[in-house]
């Protein structure tokens, strides 16, 4: 019996680096998957065959209300959802001096209006369907420790943790609704093949020496996926090697 066993998550930006592994990990525990990305069809088709057990691919624009409806209309209509999982999101990398309203709109577009977007249809999609659910909300260490020349990316993800805890409070008891702040990762967001040496210590800096995996984030999100998590709600669970100590 997989601990997800008859559950149905919906994973954005399953196609790729932490949503990919969430994905596949919640494939292996029995659930089934639906993985809504705005990577390449063929990205999403390659991630949707590795997860298996049934898993489908859809192309989404998390920052798109049009099509975030549309992806909640069709999963209320083949047999709904108990585990969303907002992780799609893009950085935007620049000085503040630099930065454009341009880069703000982007910036903000994906990483806080999506999850906006996708959690508020999920959550009355969940409402609706009266059977509890769980919410998880991919957010970085980097809410709290901040980091130069990222101020747009640190404050999207600041603006998840405190979103995270509104609607933990809103939706509860049924609906518990939690975040991970995950450490720098080997993903292809972090791009490591084109990371310098200094970057790339800067990044490792932490008790445990190394970047995280993404398999070792998609342990937390089966956590809070699954029976073990039952009394957290509001909570940011923070696998990042120790860099930041809650
Ligand atoms: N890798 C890290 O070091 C790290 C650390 C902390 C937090 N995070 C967060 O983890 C999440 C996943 O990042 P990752 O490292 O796996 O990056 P990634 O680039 O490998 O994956 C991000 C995915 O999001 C998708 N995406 C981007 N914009 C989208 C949109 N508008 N609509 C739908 N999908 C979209 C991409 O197509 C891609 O598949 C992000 O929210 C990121 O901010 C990553």
């Given at each position: 019996m ?43 088709a390659?991630?949707?065959k ?10 989404v ?46 910036q ?48 999207s ?6 979103m ?18 995950p450490?720098p990762?080997?993903?292809?967001m ?20 190394r ?36």
């Open positions: 997989g601990m997800l066993n008859g559950k149905h998550a919906v994973v954005t930006g399953g196609a790729s680096g932490i949503g990919r592994a969430i994905a596949f990990a919640f494939a292996k525990e029995g659930g089934t998957v639906t993985i809504a990305d705005y990577a390449s069809e063929a990205s999403i390659d991630a949707v590795a997860a298996g057990n049934g898993a489908q691919g859809r192309r624009n998390v920052a798109d209300e049009k099509d975030v409806v549309q992806l909640f209309d069709a999963v209320g209509k083949s047999g709904g959802i108990d585990i969303l999982v907002n992780c799609a999101g893009i950085l935007v990398e620049k000085p503040l001096l630099e930065t454009s309203v341009a880069d703000f709109d982007r903000i577009g994906v990483n806080l209006k999506g999850v906006f977007l996708v959690g508020r249809e999920a959550l009355r999609l969940m409402v609706a369907q009266d059977r509890g659910g769980r919410v998880i909300n991919i957010a970085s260490e980097l809410a709290y420790l901040g980091r130069e020349n990222c101020s747009l990316y640190c404050a993800k600041g603006g998840v943790l405190s995270t805890r509104s609607w933990a409070r809103e939706f509860a008891p049924k609906i518990l609704v939690n975040t991970i702040a450490g990762t080997d993903t292809p972090l791009g490591i093949e084109q990371t310098s040496a200094e970057t790339l210590a800067q990044e490792t800096n932490n008790p445990l020496g970047l995280g995996r993404p398999e070792e984030i998609a342990a937390a999100a089966l956590f809070l996926a699954g029976p073990g998590s039952t009394f957290m709600t509001g909570q940011c669970v923070s696998p990042n090697g120790g860099a930041a100590m809650f």
